[in-house]
């Protein structure tokens, strides 16, 4: 799934909110949870280009003909895309039999499996299992775990063999890790800012601490006075599948930290700073004001303070250099990333700018019609897409890599949701009423090509890997193949 800085940051602000530090905001209400859930997965980020970047295509079928976006949306294709075929069920996992289901539940498909996580409701308990998607076969679970509270993110470490899930409606939240492998619970913490390589990174009292994402045991402790917690980042964004759960970037290698002070300090992420407190790769002084704003290779992203013309600078771990000059003047952060792999990418309110690193003049502009509220996933290496927001029903418009707008389609559902294929995008609902209805599916594929898929009954998020779907409805949890 693609991974938005606006979700990111509003989950690390979580965290910081659950330990002492002075100027940490009030405790949220209840009420929060289901805004947040429903609003954060669609709130504009460039980051989700990073996160949604496929491998690598070929550019020969360049003058394969593309719609035109006309005067309107154009009618959503019934015909699946090139590769794709209509959605057919192939299993059903598990059933919820006589405890039955309660409350919300989410689902993460990532590399063959399905992740589920869901409450029973006699007795009240918070249940976790693993699926294999292509025999529908449970692998572990249902697992009961010791968290109290609704479940809000599942993420997935990989290379540790870890799922991560949170839980708590307000604070406390509790971040549980789990052997993906055999469902054993390992450890957990209360909230966490990421997990940067295979440590996981989260404010502690006045300090940064690094934790093993296997063990919970500390690897490293870094003094630090950043008041916000949006003021720490990896140094790569790229993340791993999530479902709401916490950033997972197993390529970060760097940990860059902002103090009030306007210093920016990087550091190795899995061992920390040799003296608790000062940057091993050295300190750079960006100006009060100043936000960290994106990442990306080893390259964290520098933005200069609200007010001023927009300047974005490069900090590497052997050091700085202007990727950006403008004039465009923004009263709020501007997240910004790589696009379409050669761009840097971000919004000048409706317009979505793309430049090149060391030039001043963008490459190109494009209305998209929405303020910084949709979202944009890049598709292979030739497009993006855009996607707008629950209210108002925004469409979606692709974009290829020389800023044409190229397609406008009608949203698939008012409650939009993307999940990133090798091959394309999948369009879908973000799934997250309480009762069973018809939820509507899509594809773009990384040439362009976009059509439907069909539908299914279901609740909860239904989630995608490169090859199925895992979804929810009242009584069970099945899988679904759209190859």
């Known amino acids: 799934m693609s991974t938005d800085l606006d979700e990111f940051f509003a989950r690390a602000r979580a965290a910081a909110d659950s330990v002492s530090i002075a100027d940490a905001p009030e405790m949220r209400r209840r009420g929060d949870r289901r805004r947040r859930r429903q609003t954060a997965i669609i709130v504009f980020s460039v980051f989700a280009v990073v996160v949604a970047t496929l491998g690598g295509v070929t550019l020969t079928s360049r003058q394969r003909s593309q719609p035109q976006p006309g005067d309107g949306p154009q009618p959503m294709p019934t015909a699946a895309p090139s590769g794709f075929s209509s959605l057919q069920r192939t299993g059903t996992a598990l059933t919820f039999g006589a405890p039955g289901r309660q409350g919300d539940a989410l689902t993460l498909a990532a590399f063959g499996s399905g992740y589920v996580a869901w409450h029973t409701r006699t007795p009240d308990s918070l249940v976790l299992a693993r699926i294999d998607l292509w025999t529908s076969r449970v692998v ?39 052997d993906a492998g055999s469902g054993a619970e390992l450890w957990h913490t209360g909230a966490i800012l990421f997990v940067a390589g295979d440590v996981v990174v989260a404010i502690e ?157 963008p490459a190109w502009r494009t209305d998209l019609g929405f303020e910084p509220q949709g979202r944009v996933t890049q598709i292979g290496a030739r497009y993006v897409v855009a996607g707008g927001r629950v209210s108002d029903h925004t469409q979606y418009k692709v974009v290829d890599r020389d800023g044409r707008l190229v397609a406008t389609y009608a949203p698939v559902q008012d409650d939009q949701h993307v999940d990133v294929l090798r091959d394309g995008v999948i369009l879908g609902p973000l799934g997250t009423s309480s009762s069973a209805r018809t939820l509507r599916f899509a594809a773009i594929t990384r040439d362009g090509e976009i059509g439907e898929l069909g539908q299914i009954h279901g609740t909860g998020l239904c989630t995608a890997d490169d090859e199925h779907l895992v979804c929810l409805d009242d009584t069970d949890i099945s899988t679904w193949s759209f190859r």
């Open 140 to 178: 572990w679970g249902p697992t009961t775990i010791a968290a109290q509270g609704e479940v809000s993110g599942l993420s997935i470490a990989r290379h540790s063999g870890v799922l991560i899930m949170t839980s708590g409606i307000s604070q406390p939240v509790r971040t549980t890790f789990v």
């Open 205 to 361: 009292g006045a300090d940064l601490i690094g934790r093993d994402v296997r063990t919970g045991s500390r690897r490293w402790r870094y003094q630090t006075t950043a008041a916000r917690a949006d003021d720490v980042l990896p140094s790569d964004l790229a993340a791993a599948p999530s479902a709401f759960g916490p950033l997972v970037a197993e390529d970060a290698t760097w940990i860059a930290v902002m103090n009030a002070a306007g210093q920016v300090d990087l550091f190795s992420a899995s061992r920390g700073s040799a003296d608790e407190g000062r940057s091993e790769a050295g300190r750079r002084l960006m100006g009060i004001g100043s936000r960290l704003a994106g990442a990306s290779h080893g390259e964290v992203y520098v933005t200069s303070p609200a007010g001023t013309p927009l300047k974005i600078t490069g900090i590497n771990a052997t050091g700085s250099r202007d990727l950006y000059k403008g004039t465009w003047t923004s009263q709020s952060p501007v997240p910004v990333s790589v696009c379409l792999d050669t761009f840097l990418c971000f919004m000048e309110g409706s317009e979505l700018v793309a430049v090149e690193a060391g030039v001043d003049h």
